[in-house]
């Protein structure tokens, strides 16, 4: 029966039937929660989701490197938070909190950083 979902075409009366009530349970499964850049601390890694500020802001964001599916580590943050330093791309770059914040970031576990203690 897996058989006849992918092929749409050949069997129509079956795979509308199932196609709906399989998509819904798999959703809440696949479903990730996307933190502003700001809030991750020093280690912590993730890949970039989505940028939401608008203007020069933005497109300065885009030519640094964050772009959709942009893998970025948080190296250090300053005393006061302000600002955070990070590597992507193989370069470290410096963003105030502010412009991080507009940067939507999916976390990624960190397996060896947890073995090691």
């Keep these: 029966m897996t058989q ?12 509308p039937a199932t196609a709906p009530a399989t998509a819904p349970a798999t959703a809440p499964a696949t479903a990730t929660v996307l933190l502003p850049l700001s809030e991750l601390g020093p280690g912590m890694e993730a890949v970039v989701a989505r940028l939401i500020a608008k203007g020069p802001i933005r497109q300065r964001l885009l030519e640094m490197g964050f772009i959709r ?3 970025l580590k948080v190296v250090k943050l300053a005393p006061l938070g302000d600002p955070m330093q990070l590597l992507i791309k193989g370069y470290q770059l410096s963003l105030r909190r502010d412009e991080s914040s507009c940067i939507l970031v999916e976390t990624l576990a960190a ?5 090691r203690p």
């Excluded at 006849?4 to 795979?15: D, M």
């Excluded at 397996?111 to 073995?115: C, D, F, G, I, K």
Aim: charged share 15%; no cysteine.
């Design 111 to 115: 397996p060896a950083a947890e073995a």
């Design 69 to 71: 599916g942009a893998r």
């Design 4 to 15: 006849n979902q992918p092929i749409e075409a050949t069997a129509p009366a079956t795979a």
